[in-house]
């Protein structure tokens, strides 16, 4: 399985951004999809997960902001990131079933 993360960039306070990990591999068959992220000096933090039944989760940092969706069809799963902080700012990666890494997505959130 290769995810590949896309959809990062620069953004300003309390901007969004959507960020999308495209499968190579059909996600249809139960598992559960993350989102983690790692800032410069910080321990990696899991975000999001969203299991195939569609439950999802929330890391309380980012609860009410950030919402993790799935497209099975499309073998894609979705990070709506809203009213962005600078504390946001990290690499962004997604994670199938906790072992399989994509190679990550830089966010910048501007003070």
């Known amino acids: 399985v290769q995810l590949v993360e896309s959809g990062g960039g620069l953004v300003q306070t309390r901007g969004s951004l959507r960020l999308s990990c495209a499968a190579s591999v059909t996600i249809f068959r139960p598992n559960t999809m993350c989102w983690y992220r790692q800032a410069p000096g910080k321990q990696r933090e899991l975000v999001a997960t969203?299991?195939?039944?569609?439950?999802?989760n929330y890391a309380d940092s980012v609860k009410g902001r950030f919402a993790i969706s799935r497209d099975n069809a499309k073998n894609t799963v979705y990070l709506q990131m809203n009213s962005l902080k600078p504390e946001d700012t990290a690499v962004y990666y997604c994670?199938?079933?906790?072992?399989?890494w994509g190679q990550g997505t830089q966010v910048t959130v501007s003070s």
């Open positions: 994670v199938r079933d906790y072992s399989t």
């Open positions: 969203i299991t195939s039944g569609f439950t999802t």
